[in-house]
């Protein structure tokens, strides 16, 4: 196991998208240490602001300290696993296709943005566009699988096409806005005009009713079967708001009708 | 000689073959639908010889073992190619699970690439454009609207190259006698994962022979074990008895069927059955040549 431990201190973002299983296995924690991070505009050894001990050979990386100004961990991994113990900074697991990432405190913004694949797990808060697509994208997260136990921001899931993220306390606004397909789980109440502009795709809401814009149309009360295999496996994966959700029935609203209309939104309403 | 219970096994094999097998996960609301699905859906599935596929209900399933949590039961389903078989399931699963209140499909076999049939991603089109996919750690479902709300199936299923045609014959002084073994047999198989007995109440009266004198059919009475015929043909039947079943066992591999075998024949053995016997081609249809005397051993 490769260990990182932070110590910097500076208020200038540090770029650090060589933290990952993929670039550092094979190398000795010296020469882990040489490797080029971006500090403002100048290029710094990584050993500048993490001790470095360890070896990544295994793919396991655990990183301790306050990170919340390091971008881009595990940016673009495919394998292995990163645990941050403490705060993780923006731009966590972009574009991963792999592996997975655990982080034991809040994480900032853009977290999963156009991941493929592989698994995210803040047991902390999370920032704006979880999953989301970048700015003039047309896609965001396309596969893979984010759980976030705290709260989130606004435009979780932006242009999301497939995979699964979970909220499990409050979100912002405009969640799933221009959803193409997948699945977003909230457990805590939403922001306003969720679900605006999506063309497939699932948003469940367990906690409070949607605030769902006047083109989204109700269909029926039921119990669909997916939810079960659904929190089934958050279950597995510990997520903590599915542990003791049991309830299965739901209101189904069709929508949005100003795009394609074959997205759904879930709301739970009872046992 | 070998004798168990005072019947005689005789020194004989089962011939079996391969056949491709497929294991369905079939859950619904509450364990009697799950059974009425699977019941339906392993329904005229008795031979290859007159059916699409060879297929019955391997088991109950409880709830924290399925995937959707409810109650279940597995079916496996058996057809001499993978073509045949994802042609029988979809068909199988379209008409009887689709149809039926509740049920939902998954698949029970590990995935191995091009070893699949594809289920629910064929079942689809019957959701008009309005079905839903949904993916989930490399495994796809399908949600086709129906009028009760979705029918749930997993898009792909796993195959294994399975064993079919494990069989042993009930030589009985009596027709109870008889079908009393059977009985017996099938509900000490029925305990045993991995094979189903596709016939109905797990065993056939009418065992066949290939061929016949009319050209145009396949298969025909074996006449060598019918009691009525004792007198006109060289029968394998000894002179007190007077009835034969004949047990036939599918399984997803060659011990699965050796285990039910075994277990089925030592069930069977009891007074008034005369003798264990087995059925076969003088080896040459099908590759698994299953000895009685060393399956007992």
Known sequence: MLQLRYYGTSNIPVEAEGITPDQLAGKSAAEIATVPVQHGNAQVPLGEFFHVTGSADDGDIRIDGDCSRVKWIGAGMTRGRIVIDGAAGMHLGSEMRGGEIHVYGPAGDWVGAEMRGGRIHVHGHAGHLVGGAYRGSPKGMRGGVILVDGQAGNEIGSGMRRGLIAIGGPSGDFVGISLIAGSIFLFGPTGLRTGAGMKRGTIAAFSERPKLLPTFRYDCTYQPVFMRIYLRQLRQWGFPPAQLESRQTFERWSGDLVALGKGEVLYCVGP | ?297
């Open chain 2, 1 to 297: 000689m070998l004798t168990i219970e005072g019947t005689t096994i005789d020194d004989t094999f089962a011939e079996a073959f391969p056949m491709t097998a497929a294991r369905l996960i079939v859950t619904a609301e509450t364990p009697d639908w799950a059974w009425t699905a699977g019941q339906m859906a392993t329904g005229y599935a008795a031979s290859v010889i007159g059916c699409d596929a060879e297929a019955g209900i391997e088991r109950t399933i409880p709830p924290e073992e399925t995937p959707d949590g409810r109650p279940g039961i597995s079916l496996l389903m058996f057809a001499f190619s993978r073509d045949a078989l994802q042609k029988a399931v979809v068909n199988r699963v379209g008409q009887c699970i689709l149809t039926c209140a509740t049920a939902a499909c998954y698949n029970g076999l590990p995935i191995v690439k091009d070893k699949t049939i594809r289920v629910g991603g064929n079942l689809r089109y019957f959701g008009d454009g309005f079905q839903f996919s949904k993916k989930l750690e490399g495994r796809r479902f399908w949600r086709i609207p129906v009028m009760d709300g979705e029918f749930t199936c997993e898009d792909v299923f796993g195959t294994v190259k399975g064993v079919a045609g494990g069989n042993f014959l009930i030589l009985g002084e009596t027709q109870a006698q008889a079908l009393a073994a059977a009985e017996a047999a099938v509900a000490a198989i029925r305990s045993l994962t991995g094979v189903i007995l596709p016939f109905p109440g797990g065993f056939v009266r009418s065992g066949s022979k290939v061929g016949s004198r009319y050209k145009k059919l396949k298969a025909s009475t074996n006449d060598v074990f019918c009691p009525t015929l004792k007198g006109l043909v060289k029968t394998e039947l000894p002179p007190e008895a007077n009835a034969a079943y004949e047990i036939v066992i599918d399984g997803v591999d060659l011990a699965a069927v050796e285990q039910a075998m075994r277990v089925g024949i030592r069930a069977a053995c009891r007074p008034g059955v005369s003798r264990i016997s087995a059925g076969n081609y003088g080896g040459k249809l099908g590759p698994f040549h299953l000895r009685l005397h060393q399956l007992l051993r």
